[in-house]
């Protein structure tokens, strides 16, 4: 999958902008739905952190196989080589 950068950061901002708009929702749904008050809000935020650093221990020793997303060894040279597939003719291209 190869896009331009510039359409990749706009996407990575929308995608951002979206995801704190649905999450001061839905945390503003929570709060008006349960009625807590600042106590209950700091304590809502301290269980969902907690919540949050286990699941990322848990998957961080749970461990997922390793794959070469951007590049990979060269054989000749031993240094990282993007190879960019020719959509064209069909052929490997190096790129260094």
């Not at 699941?55 to 060269?74: E, R, Y």
């Amino acid at each position: 999958m190869a896009i331009e950068t510039s359409v990749a950061a706009l996407r990575a901002a929308l995608s951002s902008a979206l995801a704190g708009a649905l999450g001061g929702f839905a945390g503003g749904l929570i709060m008006s739905r349960l009625r807590l008050g600042p106590v209950g809000a700091v304590r809502l935020i301290i269980i969902t952190t907690c919540t949050l650093i286990v699941g990322i221990v848990v998957f961080l020793f749970l461990g997922c196989p390793q794959i070469n997303m951007a590049g990979q060894l060269d054989q000749d040279s031993g240094r990282s080589a993007t190879y960019l597939q020719c959509s064209i003719c069909r052929t490997r291209t190096k790129e260094i």
